[in-house]
């Protein structure tokens, strides 16, 4: 650990999760500015341990708050639990700079406010290319067929019923937009890590791996090598899957997030799990999965989902998400209150395997220091990462840094479009850089 002697920094959280002013004041009004106050005016005297910060006289001690002097509610007053009222502003919410076409659309995961690997499943990030089902699980059916009987000898129709009696894996994966991150092509820079990063989440998978279903087709790997997934809601979303990423059990056919049946904005009965692949691959309320011999070209990934390059062509079936990372907290929109010690945390993430280091620098790229890595680390999840730092009142430039175990480098954005160009749209895994300024203001800047 760093010098916790030194006073721990505050963070004023970002607009999208602010405290309402009924919320500050049910929280102890006036109580923060008299501690700002007593900050200002700290001295060598004041640079106390952090647990011995009360302040003298602070009501909070010397008065007993409701909650210890009178009954507390009954269980199962939610007998599905909620957030606390105080929590409320935590949401997955809509961008203001993008549109909803009918539905369309798509509501970015708050990463600035989440911790640890986990995304909750009511705030898991949603992209739906025309809008979402409550699908009745009962009536649900997934197919699976070859465009030519040789490839698959006996094609099916499993109900859930069935799916679920099926021998069943549960494994920890992130999920990630091939668009995210998108509007930092053009250096719109967006105010918040929540709509630069957030079409990304990470949760728990319990499903069958697909490898299991089409051997039980009687599928031929030798004829067979690729696979289609197509979903059952009006924008028929088609993606081919190389059948390397079925072979090794991967591929999951799942039901299952959280340990409770997927919700139904993330494909509730069914979707498909595509470890490290971007989310366009990952089927929702999956009904039908064709294995055929060569791609299938399908609209979502023959105009979809694909970057001009500088020399005019397009890059087409780029479907891993690279090495990438971004520090959550502090973020942009957020403002640091005061100088002091702060726990710098981020994410990584690797569509390639496991994270296997993060560097984090302070003064926008000169200066490295790696980052505490928190283990154990799943294989092609989220990773979180932290780092101590004292703010000393100056100008700053924070920016994470990750590798994966194949060696790969997250790049710069010089580096990045060295090789891409400036046309695409897509697939931005460039280092990201939040600005902190005097008055501790963080904001989204961009750094070549
Ligand atoms: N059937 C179907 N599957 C779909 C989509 C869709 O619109 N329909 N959207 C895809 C896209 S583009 C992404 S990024 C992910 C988003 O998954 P989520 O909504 O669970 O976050 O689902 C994919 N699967
Ligand atoms: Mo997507």
Not at 12 to 32: H, I, S
Not at 34 to 41: E, G, N, Q
Not at 153 to 159: D, F, I
Not at 309 to 330: A, F, N, W
Request: glycine share 10%; net charge neutral; charged share 20%.
């Amino acid at each position: 650990m760093g010098d916790l002697s030194n006073k721990p920094g505050r963070l004023q959280r970002a607009p999208e999760n602010f405290l309402t002013e009924e919320q500050v004041k049910a929280v102890g009004a006036g109580r923060r500015d008299f501690m700002r106050k007593s900050f200002l005016a700290a001295s060598a005297a004041m640079m106390a341990p952090v647990a011995a910060r009360a302040v003298e006289g602070d009501p909070e001690i010397l008065n007993l708050p409701p909650w210890s002097t009178t009954l507390g509610l009954p269980v199962a007053t939610n007998p599905y639990g909620q957030p606390s009222k105080y929590e409320s502003q935590l949401l997955r919410r809509e961008s203001p700079g993008l549109t909803r076409v009918g539905g369309a659309s798509v509501s970015f995961a708050p990463l600035q406010g989440l911790f640890g690997i986990i995304t909750p499943s009511g705030l898991h990030f949603e992209r739906h290319h025309q809008g979402w089902h409550d699908v009745d699980p009962a009536r649900h059916r997934l197919m699976i067929n070859g465009s030519d009987p040789a490839f698959l000898k006996k094609p099916k129709v499993y109900t859930m019923d069935q799916l679920m009696r099926l021998p069943s894996v549960s494994r920890i994966h992130f999920i990630e937009c091939g668009a995210n991150t998108g509007l930092e092509w053009g250096n719109v820079a967006v105010p918040t890590v929540q709509y630069t990063h957030g079409m990304l989440s990470c949760s728990e998978f319990t499903g069958v791996p697909l490898k299991l279903l089409l051997e039980d087709c009687g599928v031929d790997y030798k004829k067979a090598r690729y696979v289609l997934a197509e979903g059952a809601d009006g924008s028929s979303m088609t993606r081919t899957i190389p059948m390397e990423m079925v072979e090794n059990g991967e591929v999951l056919v799942a039901y299952g997030m959280n340990g409770e049946m997927l919700r139904p904005e993330n494909g509730y009965p069914l979707r498909l799990v595509v470890p490290g692949v971007q989310g366009v691959s990952w089927v929702k309320w999956l009904r039908r999965i064709e294995v055929g011999d060569k791609p299938y070209a399908t609209k979502d990934e023959a105009v979809h989902y694909i970057d001009l390059m500088p020399d005019g062509l397009h890059r087409q079936y780029t479907s891993v998400q690279e090495c990438k990372s971004v520090i959550t907290t502090p973020s942009g929109g957020q403002r640091l209150l005061e100088q002091g010690f702060y726990n710098v945390s981020g994410l990584a993430w690797s569509g390639r395997g496991k994270v296997t280091r993060v560097d984090v620098s302070f003064d926008g790229g000169i200066n490295w220091k790696t980052a505490r890595i928190e283990g154990p680390v799943q294989n092609k999840a989220l990773t979180r990462f932290n780092v101590d730092w004292v703010w000393d009142g100056k100008p700053a430039i924070l920016q994470s840094r990750a590798m994966d175990e194949t060696g790969y480098v997250q790049p710069s954005y010089g580096q990045l479009r060295a090789v891409r160009g400036t046309k695409s749209i897509y697939h931005n895994n460039a280092i990201q850089s939040w600005k902190i300024v005097e008055s501790g203001e963080v904001s989204n800047v961009q750094v070549l």
